[in-house]
């Protein structure tokens, strides 16, 4: 009897609601929307949307908070910002300091001073020993506008696709692997394209093989060894500033405004 062996592609998701964001006032509200978010990234990452590729990653709830903090969206400029970096720590602190993508919604239609945008995303290193043994957080932030869209599949492919790119610890990147050079790419259907598809995103096989080996993935984050080299925590600080640098200059992620329930047609791809 042949047996096959079907790999997993777990991604848990941490759910940081703060005071008057949209869908956050009551426990099933809030319950709801995490859902609704996770239930549109495993359509994009899971089943996958034709003419692109099914990738096979689940999303899952792993914890879901709500706090007291307002945080007025537009007041949002990065996610270095000290009121999010709290909440961050304050989630990672109820976890245990879980590997997860940690996301949290803010009051308001849209991020920065100006503009449309819905939501930010990269990757944080969580530890790190060399560039084959690292561990690595999501952090998300997300505004009003981003409610039943598919901003946190998004947002998670700009996390998943932190990676070194040889064993330079200078060659980590979040770039784009259907786009080199670039962050986001230049498909306007593609998911990670910076306008977000309304319906039926399409991911490639670069940017499933990419994401699959993210150290966020579950399967990925148990086989590192976890531990923090005292000496290495230096490293660790310098790189997370770089992705904070990178991130300044990345196009800013807004949203493709979409028909009523387009998100819950579903695909087709074989």
Request: charged share 15%.
């Amino acid at each position: 009897m042949r047996v096959v062996v079907v790999m997993s592609y777990t991604v848990p998701v941490v759910s940081i609601f703060t005071a008057g964001s949209a869908s956050g006032g009551t426990s099933q509200e809030r319950q709801a929307r995490q859902g609704n978010d996770i239930s549109s990234s495993n359509l994009a990452w899971g089943s996958g949307f034709s003419p692109g590729v099914r990738c096979g990653m689940t999303f899952t709830a792993l914890a879901r908070y709500n706090t007291p903090t307002t945080i007025d969206s537009r007041s949002v400029t990065s996610l270095d910002d000290p009121r999010l970096i709290a909440l961050f720590d304050m989630a990672k602190r109820q976890t245990n300091n879980a590997t997860a993508l940690y996301v949290i919604y803010v009051s308001g239609e849209f991020l920065t001073s100006s503009g449309n945008v819905i939501g930010m995303g990269g990757p944080r290193f969580k530890f790190y020993n060399s560039t084959t043994d690292y561990g690595l957080y999501g952090h998300i932030v997300m505004s009003d506008g981003a409610l039943n869209s598919y901003g946190l599949a998004h947002e998670a492919g700009h996390c998943l696709f932190g990676r070194f790119l040889n064993s330079n610890q200078n060659s980590f990147t979040i770039n784009d692997p259907s786009n080199p050079g670039s962050d986001h790419s230049n498909n306007p259907q593609n998911l990670m394209f910076p306008t977000i598809p309304n319906q039926n995103p399409e991911i490639v096989a670069s940017q499933c093989s990419t994401a699959r080996l993210s150290k966020i993935v579950s399967q990925n984050a148990t086989n590192s060894r976890g531990k923090i080299i005292k000496n290495n925590l230096t490293t660790m600080k310098k790189l997370n500033a770089r992705i904070i640098a990178k991130m300044r200059y990345m196009k800013k992620d807004t949203l493709r405004r979409r028909p009523a329930k387009a998100i819950m047609r579903r695909s087709k791809v074989r």
